[in-house]
């Protein structure tokens, strides 16, 4: 069957008039009937019940007009996709990230994608609540965690980089309080907790589930201490200068855990929810610069840059231009 065929079959049904249809394909009417004629005669049925009135398509019409629609979509994405490589991309992204993850190793994986791709412009901006993405115009998220819940449907998620929150401390503490043998040992101790994205019901900040590597069913510890902040960052600084036991994203601390400014606690512990992900509204059809920054910034982080080395070392450093 021809393109020219499918779009007939379809400016017939929208029109609901042969008449109508010739005008919106820049045909004279006869022709139009013509064409419809011969295609039902090679077909073998009858597409369209005409009246005085009205041309509506039958049941074997309807089937055909909406195989043509997915058709001509096809036609169109492919003729798209073809234009497109042979062009640099251009446009603009706009992403949204939150505060620590955005500024520390985003931005710079961002300013280089720009450098690659130089006639797009990229707007990022940095939240600790995710945004309603497409009715506030955002192409997508880079976030530490996926979409859970009914309406995890609509939209796509893709793991961009496997992370961790590990427990750490400075030296200075663990040697005034010693350092805890087994998880339950957390509640004797001063822990430093986070309170960020909020007071959504039902978050609870100071139960932390940590699991060993394989294990599936976390060890629920109900900790406490003097400090809390919705800031992570000013959590970090007390526990950089002593103060207790935090829980924090092997991203945030690893050059300080390379340096010794602080150490692992519970090493073989940790919380695993926090993986990097791409998240954005579903839609049929994703243009070729999103495609092009999913697959950069999944290279980018694959190897997980902030994964510490046998020798103590960060895998990586954020990217630069």
Partial sequence: MERHELELALAIRDHGSLSGAAVALGLAPPAVTKRLAALEARLGTRLFARTTRRVSPT??????????????????????ELQERQ?????????????????????????????????????????????ELGAQGFDGAVWLWSVQGRQASQWVARRLARNQRVLAAAPAYLRRRGAPQEPLALQQHDCLIVRENGNAPGQQFDIWPLS????????????????????????RDWCLAGRGIMLRSLWDIAPQLASGQLVRVL??????????????????????????????????FRG??????????????????
């Avoid at 049941?59 to 798209?80: K, P, S, Y």
């Avoid at 060993?212 to 959590?235: C, D, I, M």
């Avoid at 926090?274 to 950069?296: G, K, N, S």
């Fill in 87 to 131: 062009t640099q991309p251009a446009g603009s992204i706009r992403l949204a990230a939150t505060f620590g993850f955005g500024r520390i190793w985003l931005a710079p994986a961002l300013a280089v994608f720009q450098e690659r791709y130089p006639r797009l412009s990229v707007e990022l901006q940095l939240t600790e609540q995710l945004p």
């Fill in 212 to 235: 060993r590597a394989r294990e599936r069913t976390p060890v629920r510890v109900r900790v406490q201490g003097p400090l809390s902040s919705n800031s992570g960052e000013t959590v």
């Fill in 59 to 80: 049941a074997e019409g309807e089937v055909m007009c909406a195989r043509a629609t997915e058709l001509l979509q096809g036609f169109e994405a492919l003729e798209a």
């Fill in 304 to 321: 997980e840059p902030w994964r510490l080395t046998s020798a103590g070392a960060p895998r990586g450093s954020p990217p630069r231009p």
């Fill in 267 to 300: 090493p073989d512990h940790a919380m695993t929810d926090a993986d990097i992900h791409w998240l954005a509204p579903y839609r049929p059809q994703v243009p070729r610069r999103i495609r092009l920054l999913i697959d950069f910034l999944a290279e980018q």
